[in-house]
Each structure stands twice: as structure tokens, then as C-alpha cells.
């Protein structure tokens, strides 16, 4: 259509000094990056130097003892693996049911050290696989943000990244959760789709996939993944932006994508069968319609094309209807619809509270506060409304990819706490656009108000400096096509052609560009100070980031310290109490405890447990919050029945420690009742309040965790006096018939409990009718028979 | 209700065993004994048993070997013997240890095992010299009740016998037995018998012929706990560049009276002088002096609770378990530490080098059932060999470590059932070239350096496979107008250029400098040959036509 035109090119020879700057900047970006990943990496250091390296909270644990069996084993016997030391007695099968994606990379990491022999231990490597993937997840963003915004943008955002509190929080030295590892699948996805939209290279499409398969590995976040790009492909068609880029960025990510997720024997056939990934075949289905609406477009003429139309849309509505009738009606009749509870309550926010309590008792499940948004992601949360404007300065695919991805994520992250974690990347991605796009202005019109500058070397600089100017987004543009083909030619020389290019146009730019420079530019005085403010928000982000990873989020919560004036005082009572049961009780000996202490039990006291924190069976975890809310007798029965030898119990009462078995003793009422109704929440509640002083219930005073907990609680001060509820407790002096304390740890946090031998029932039966509270017997037997399930 | 009936019945068949003793006739030995007296400490749970034997050759032949016989119950509980000779008059006293080595006796009597006790000069016809005997027993006090609550106190029974086992007639004899407390509850009496508080006397007894055995049990109260560990594990690493790495693992056992149900940490915080007297609060340890970088962990973390106190002459190293150790209650942790090399490490007269280090265990007042000593000696030494004062199991492993490639050569020695007495040094030696000190640096850099040079090697490499048209010309001017069809070129156009004399290869397109202004050109695709060039524009306005400026990069202008 258009002939070529060939024009000689006079080369310049005084551009080697722009060359050198190219060089700078490029080497100047890689030490950024370098630093970065030190920055990320040394900022989750905290909690091993204030505390140890030692695994965090609860699932870390499972996680970690799942890391010892993979590399004690090996693969084949981690995919087979069995575990009977869970959920007595129906056992878990652990390979099928975990995201292995975590377990297999230290592992992998483990295995790549000790076959260099460097024999770190496979804790070590546990504790500091999160820091190592915050360094490769800041890294990722620089390269997301590069391909929207270009590299400036791109620094900006992983240095922002790299300390975002809520990043933090769960990615700390010794927080070995899949999170760790997924933000940086989930971000490093994202980059390749955009890398993929921008070039249209199937070679970045497959490794999307790839990268989509390693989120699918490790988290069920991956989810997000696979409704976020079909919701940002279906936008692209809509408004009009479908492009065969657009078809390659897609259509193999689908297809291979779902492919290898079918592999993750925990996804499995959920990958074609549960109603989360719907969203990404119907869009699939749209796409390939719409790109034969294109092809067809081409092949025939307009008048054709549009009686081609009318009689696809008529046939095609038909087929559709039926189609997505079939459809609903297949959903429809799974009792949840397809979606499971968690994805529900996703889209519902008051679904879990209504149906799940099991899953509304996880604090992490709740929706955030206020103040939660700005402890998480503090000044962010001002600078993406900035960044989302930005991106749509000029809206591109990528940018309005990002765009999308905020406005969901800020939406998840509404729901539930936990997902504040996914809002992070957006909210650091867009902030970075943010802040770069500002400096950019305002460094610009520095620059240009200066006097003395002249308005060739302006131009000049404005092309080469600080690679976040027009000019050089553009350049960072051109350069694709050169990766695409193959090409492998050095940097060095790309750069030196790059500089040929560029000159004989930037003539021709120079008076363009300085007249829209004028244009844009703004007053010296208020530029300046507007800089000055931006780096003052941005050293209150830096001053609380610190602050939050050193105070808020470094504490591993199993080892607590508390700074009195006699110095610290370390409470290390659940490694002592845990360290008792490995060492002083029978190897097959069952520990019951409230689910929260499961992983902790198997993985610290290699003791069988009855319910963890893998909640998969509601009814199991309903039985331990019955014989909790149960009289003692009703109790022992119900334990007993599932061979548990020894009852464990947190109580803070003493020390003050508030996250104790009785603060949480509601939900297992709630949960105990959602199973076995005679456990009733209103028994427990004296007018709707929980209490457990002098006014509290006889129910709530006679229940098998007030005794377990509370058991000479009395002897310590005289009066009883609980510092977490700050009251004297309601029943000061009982004795305990099916149980005996064998043992306290020293600030009384862990108190375990043995069952009695089966013959001192009789004895217990007599003294018992005694102490027959409110509850009727009748109802109890028939509950008892309901509640062993194992009779 | 069982255990004093075995008791008894043990007691029973010790008494006959007696009697088979005593009928039998002593043997041809021209030894005997003048006078022996027995000092049995029974103050902690290792049992002390100093013996002053005066030896007389009644033969007529010179002889140098005296036996020691130990019934076999407590053979199997003997931890140590040692013997010595006292020479010299008043000041100038030197004490001579003598060697002591079990024997086997082809007719001894009822499994009753012997130790010679080697003696430097030869005892002449006639003459007599005296022996100051040291041996140790070890899980000699059984706890009876076998089984006690928390606020009990420990009782236990020891067992032995009122007159030395001895293969030789002995003339006068006596044996003190010390208890901790006063509190004792119960002994046998062999008359003359005498009790003075914690004291108790048997003897003198006089003229009693070789093997004689009179049992005697006593019982009594002792609430120190006894911390017994059933396998502990040192590894001594040796680092040529000034450390030395010393790393324990202990399983610890308190081996005193079982704990008897509740555990009731309120009667037992509140009360500490009545509950729970006999279990293990804290330990000791001794560590050299000079040490640094000291952990104690176990295998969920760190343990808080210890303290470490140094001076000059020595290190104290204060533990506590997670919990208090009552009766049969077990804990695992380990200890590390480092020390100086210069301390040591030593180099001997035949140019090799030898490490001198303590055998036992840190750990005051503990019995170790199993030890294991490690030495990791640098990678690349060559011809080690342990001297240990102590017969001990030896074997060789094989242990990588950083960034090893042949592997550090590990002197394993083992030893069972050991006391305090047994921390002596004992030496390594072996030889080793500082050569081998660099090889590690050398492989980090040369590795690094490779990286390096790969790097730059990649960068400067054209691996393309040249492109066939040798063509000088590197910029095309596209000029573009819309097709007829289309009367403007709208925002989001793209626009397909048909270039025949362009090779497919490489393309940047540069900034276009159309009227309105092509605000982004956000893709480029080439087609295959006749190559097309297919460009998505991004249109600030609508516009009639533009002009593109391409590259055809591959080319380099000469200038």
C-alpha cells in the first residue's frame, strides 16, 4: 500500500556521550534492582533477629513438616503420602489435597544446596524462602510496571513493593505460608500476559502458562488469576481492542493453562468442573467468535457481511440459550452451586458468616477496617486514585489491564483480610505509576523553568535522563519488535544503532516537543515544593513500612515477649508444652485440642491430633467443640470414643495472653452447634453476653473447657483473678472426675490433660449426678449417640 | 507390691550363690590381703567406691598382676577402675597410676568377672605395698518405690556386700557406706555393724577366705536427681581458619525414681522445697574457656533459658530444659559452641598436627550411656589416627560440608556407660597441607569468575545466523495513506506495508512525525516474506496520512 522509502542517515559523530548515558542507565537500574531485592529481602529479616529463625503461627508448621517429609522421601513417596497423624482416625491424604507449589520449591532449593553441599537445613531453607521470593516478586513488578509504564515506573514500583507492610505480613523470615510464593507467581503471571499482549509472542504465552501453572501449584488464589485476564480480555473486546495479540495472549493461556492445572492433584478436575473457572471458557468461546467475526469481516464485503451477521446472531442466539440453559441447570443442581464456600463468600460477603462459622471464625476471614487499609498499605492507598488517572493517559492494554486489576482487587480485599494481600501489587503497581508520572512533571518543569538550560540540551536530557520521559517510553516501545524476532545481537551495539535512529528525528522532535513542554509546564516554585512533599510521603511510607515490619508483623507467635522493667521476658510455653508431649508421651498417643493447634501439635510434638487446621471436615471439628462446650462426663465419652489420650488447652488467664481457648470458646459452641444441636449458643450467653465470672451460665461454668482451663486456677493469686477477661472467674473450686492435669507449662499458656482410665466412669457417674446442670439428660444421650460417629 | 518380692527373691539367690562361694576352695594364689578398707560414697547417683588395699606376697615367687573381682550385676554397671600407688615418704609423696585391664579367668567361679591391676615394680616374696582403688558404678541405685508422686521424696535401694569379693584371702576388712541424708530407712545388718548419722560401718571382719560375699541392701532417701544421658553426640569440627566448632546433642533421661500421675505446676511453683524435690531443674555444664558463639537449641527452636558465665580460667554454662525433668521424663537439645583454634590445636615434633581435646561429657554429675565423638578434620588431611587414654570403638566416615568436593575425613570414637572421671583429653593426629585452606576460595572465585566471563561472553557473541541481504540501507521512510475504502485513519488503525526488497529481519520503527501526531505505535508485526509490516497505531486524531520512519537495524552504517 504504502512503497518504502529509502533516506541515508548522516551519522553524528558526538553522540557516544549519549551512548555512555544509556549504558549508566541501564547499569544504574540493574543496581537498583540489585538493592531492591537486598531491600526486600533484609526488611523481613526482623523477626530473626529480634526473635530466631523458627516457623511462624499455625499452617507455616504443617508446611514445614510437609518440607521434611519431601526431602526425607522424596516425591514419589510425598505425592502417596498418607498421613495418619491428623484427623484421627480418618487420616489425610496430603498429596492430594495440598498446594504443593511451596513445599516443592524449598524442597527443590534444599536439594540444589545440599547437592552443592552447603548443608543448610531444611529449616533454615523454610524460614527464608518468603524473603527470597519478596526480593523475586519485587523484581517482577519492576518488570509489570516496565511493561506498562515503562522503567521508571517499574523501579518505583518494586521499591514500592518491596516494603508494602502488607507484603510483609505474611512473608517474614519463618512465615513459610504459600503466600509467600504465590504473590510472586501471581505477579510474575500478570507480567507475562502484559509482555505477551504487548509482543504478541507465542514464546511469552507458553511461559504464561508455565507461570500460571506454578500459581496453581501454590495457592488457590490462582483463581483470581483465571477470572482476572478473561474479565480484561472480555473489556478489551468490548471496547473494541481485540487484536491477535490479544488472541495469543488469551486463547493458549486457556488452553494450556487449564491443562496443566489439571495436573495439581488438589485442583484436578475442579480445573474444568467448578464454576470459578467458567468465566475464563466462556470467554474463550468469545474470543474465538470474535476473531472469526474478524476474519470474516476480511474475506467478505460489507453488504455480505452484514447478512452473514444477522443470520449467525439468530442461529447463534438460539444455540447459546441452550446452551447456557444446560449449563445453569448442571450448576443448579450441586447443592453450592458449583462454588465452593470460600469463593462464595468471596462473592457474598455475609455468606460465610450466615452458613460457615467455621470459616468466619478465622480472623483472617473477616472483612478489614478502615484503619486496617492504611496500617497495610499506608500512603498507597492515597496515590492509586493518582495512578489509576495515569493509566489512562494514554489507556493502553497494559494499563488498562492494571486498572482492572485494582478495581477487583480493592474489591476482594473488602471481603476478607486476607486479600488485602492480593490488593498489594495493584495498589504498589499503580502507586508506582503514581509517583513516577508526578517526578516526571515536576522534574520536567524544573527543568524547563531553570534558567540558563537551553532548550536543545532540555531535549536532550529529557530523552536520555532518568528513562522516564516520553521519549524514552517510546524507545523502550520500539525496542520490542527487536526482542520479538531473534535477533541476538549484543546490547551494546543495539544501543549504538538505537542512537543513529534517534537523531535525525529528534530534530525534527526538538521544536514539537518543547512547545508541548511549555505547554505542560508548571511553575518552578510550586513544582519544587510539590517534589518536596512527594518525598516526604514517600519517607513516612519508608518510616512506617520499618516500623511495621520490625513491630507489627516479626512476632512468630510461638514464642511471645513482653518488655517489663526488669527486662525482656520471653514466654516460650507452647515449644514447652509440645516439647513435653514429643518427649513424654506414647508415640500413638491421640492429643485433642481446638483445631488452631493442630499443625502445631503434629509438627512440633509429633503427636496424632484429631482436627487441624486444614478444616476439611466441619463434623470432626464440630465433635472437639462439643466435648469442649460439654459437661465433663459427656465430654470424656466423646473423647474417649475417639481414643484420645490427652486434652490440650491454651489459657492466657494467667500472663494475660488474649488469644486464648476461652476468647475463643464461642466458635466452638457455634461450630459444635451447627452439627449437634443440643449444644445451643443462648445456654452458653447470659443476656447475650459472654461472661465467665459469677454471672455467667451453669452451662458455660460446668463446660469441659471453663475446667480444663480454670483447674486451680484459684491456688495462684487466691482470687481467681482472669487478666484477659479482667474478672474474677464464676466457679473458683471444682474438682476434675475424668481427667487429671499431668501437665502446666510454667506460665500456665498450654495446660494438658489426661483421660482417666474407663474404669473410674462408675465412681464419676455417682458423683456426677450431683453437679447435673440445666441440660437435660435425655437430650444429652440422644446428642452422644449423634456424636460418635466411630460407634 | 512386685518389686520387693523380686528383691527378695534376688536376695535369695545372691545368699545361696554365697554359699557356693564359701564352700569353694580359695585358690592357689600366694597373694593376700593384710587390710582393706572399702569406702562406698553413695551421695549422688553415681556410686564412688574407694578401696585402700594392702597387698602382701606371701609366694615365693615375685609377682606383678593383682586381681579385683566384681560379681557380674556389677560388672555390667562398672564405669571406671583406676588404681594407684602412693610412693615416697611424707612431703615427697608421687602418685603412680597403674594399669588396670579386664581379665577373663578360665575357672572363675559363678560369672564373676576380674580386672588386673598391673603393678610397675614387681611385688617381691615377702613384701607388701599398698593400692588405692577407684572404681565407679553407674544405675546401681534402683528407686524404690519405683514409682513416685510429685511431693514424694526418692527413695532407693543399693546393693552389695558386706565383705570384698576378692579371689584372695583377705585378713581384716572393713567398708563405710555414706548416704546423702540421715534419712535412712532400712539396712542389713552384718554384725559388727554400726551406724553414725549418714554413716553407716560394716566390719571389721576378720580372716575371711578369698570369694567370701555376704549381701547387704540398703535403703535409703536420695533426692538428687539423677540425670543420666543415653546418647550424646559431640562433633569437633576443625577449621584452619581459627575455629573450632564444637557441637552436642544430648538425649537426656532423668533416671531417678517414674513419675506417679498429676503434674501440678501450681503445687509445684508454690512449694519447691516439698514438691518435686528430685526432679532436674537446671544443669551445668563446663565449657572451656575462651568459648563463643554459644546456642542452645532443640529440634523446635531455641530454648531461652540459659546462662553463661566465663572468666579467664573457664566457662560456665548454666541450662535449664524446656520443662522440669521428673522421674523417667526425657529431654533432646543441643549445644553448640566455638572456641579458639590456638587453644587446641598443636603441632607435633614429627610435623603433624594434633588436636588435644576432653573426651566426656560438659555436663557436671551425668552419666553418659552412649558417647559418640566426632572429629571433622579438614578436608584434604591425610593419616589421622586417635590416641584415647580408654579402650573406645574407632571407625572413619566420611562428612561433606561446605562446598566440599573429596569430603572431610571424620574420626568416629564410641564409648559406653561414662562418667565424669572419663573427661580426659585425648589427640588427634593427622597431617594437612595449608594448601588445601585455599581450595575453597580458589573454587568460589574461579566459579564466580567463569560466571563473569560467560556473561560477557554472551553479551559480545553474535550467535544470529547472519541475514542474507547485505544491504546498506538502514532507514526506509514509509509513507502511508489511507486506503480508498477507509476515508480517514481512525485511532486503533492498523495498517499493513507491503516492503519487497526488505528482508525479515529485524525492524525498529521510530517515532513517527505525522500531522496530528501518531501518539504511540504500540505494536509491529512482520509478516512473512514479501514482507509485511503490519502497524497498530494509536492516533491522537484522525488524519489522512502519516509517514513512519523504519530501520532495518541489522545492517550497521559505516559512517
Partial sequence: MAAPETSTAAVPTLHTNNTVRNAFGGVLSFFILLLIGVLAFSIRLFSVIKYESVIHEFDPYFNYRVTQFLTKKGIYDFWNWFDDRTWYPLGRVIGGTVYPGLTLTAGTIWWLLNSLNIPLSVETVCVFTAPIFSAFASWATYLLTKEVKGAGAGLTAAVLLAMVPSYISRSVAGSYDNEAVAIFALIFTFYLYIKTLNTGSLFYATLNSIAYFYMVCSWGGYTFIINLIPMHVLLCIVTGRYSSRLYIAYAPLVVLGTLLAALVPVVGFNAVMTSEHFASFLVFIIIHVVAFVYYIKGILS??????????????????????????????????????SGRSLSLLDPTYASKYIPIIASVSEHQPPTWPSYFMDINVLAFLVPAGIIACFLPLTDASSFVVLYIATSVYFSGVMVRLMLVLAPAACITSGIALSEAFDALTGSIKFQLPGVSTDAEVDAGETSSDTTEAQNDEVKAEKPEETSKDRRSKKSKKKEREHVERPSAKAKVKTKAEKKRLLALPLEASAVSLLLLIVLGAFYVVHCVWAAAEAYSAPSIVLTSRSRDGLHVFDDFREAYSWLRHNTDVDDKVASWWDYGYQTTAMANRTVIVDNNTWNNTHIATVGTAMSSPEKAAWEIFHSLDVKYVLVVFGGLVGYPSDDINKFLWMVRIGGGVFPHIKE?????????????????????????????????????????????????????????????????????????????????????????????????????????????? | MEAPIRAREILGFTLLSLLFFVCRSSPSHNLLISNAERRIDLSSHIVKVYLTLKVENAGSTPTSEILLAFPPTQVDHLATVEALVTKGKRKKTTIVHLDVKPTELPDAPNETKYFTIYLANPLNSGESTTLEVLYLFTHSLEPFPAEIGQSESQLVFYRDSALILSPYHIKQQTTFLKAPSTKVESFTRVEPTNRAGTEMKYGPYEDRPSYSFSPILIHFENNSPFPVVEELVREVEISHWGNLQVTEQYTLVHGGARHKGVFSRVDYQSRPSLNGVSSLRYLLA???????????????????????????????????????LFGGWKATFLIGYGLPLQDFLFESSDDRRYLNFTFGCPLLDTVVDKLTVKVVLPEGSKDPSAVVPFPVEQHFETKYSYLDVVGRTV??????NLVPVHNSHFQVYYTFKPMFMLAEPLMLTTAFFLFFVACVAYLHIDLSIPSMSPRNLPKFRLKYHSPPEIPQITPRHTATFVCRRLPPSVLTLHHPTAGGGCHLISHLTIGPPPCCIMLSLLLLSNSHSLEILVEHLFVAPSP
Fill in chain 1, 302 to 339: 460489507p453488504k455480505m457481511f452484514k447478512v452473514a451477521v444477522t443470520l449467525v446472531v439468530s442461529v447463534g442466539l438460539a444455540v447459546c440459550c441452550a446452551v447456557i440453559a444446560v449449563l445453569i441447570a448442571l450448576v443448579a443442581s450441586s447443592p453450592t452451586k458449583g462454588w
Fill in chain 1, 682 to 791: 443462648p445456654d452458653y450467653l447470659r443476656d447475650g453476653q459472654y461472661r465467665i465470672d459469677s454471672q455467667a451460665t451453669p452451662t458455660m461454668l460446668n463446660c469441659l473447657m471453663y475446667k480444663l482451663s480454670y483447674y486451680r486456677f484459684v491456688e495462684t493469686d487466691g482470687k481467681a483473678y482472669d487478666k484477659v477477661r479482667r474478672t474474677e472467674i464464676g466457679k473458683k473450686y471444682f474438682k476434675l472426675t475424668h481427667f487429671e492435669e499431668v501437665f502446666t507449662t510454667h506460665h500456665w499458656m498450654v495446660r494438658i490433660y489426661k483421660l482417666k482410665a474407663p474404669k473410674n466412669r462408675i465412681r464419676g457417674k455417682t458423683k456426677k449426678s450431683k453437679s447435673k446442670t440445666s441440660s437435660s439428660s435425655s437430650s444429652k444421650t440422644s446428642g452422644t449417640k449423634k456424636k460418635n460417629p466411630w460407634h
Fill in chain 2, 286 to 324: 563446663r565449657l572451656p574457656p575462651r568459648v563463643h558463639s554459644v546456642y542452645y537449641r532443640d529440634e523446635i527452636g531455641n530454648i531461652s533459658s540459659s546462662h553463661l558465665r566465663t572468666d579467664s580460667r573457664k566457662s560456665e554454662l548454666e541450662i535449664e530444659p524446656r520443662y522440669p
Fill in chain 2, 411 to 416: 574420626v568416629v570414637m564410641e564409648k559406653k
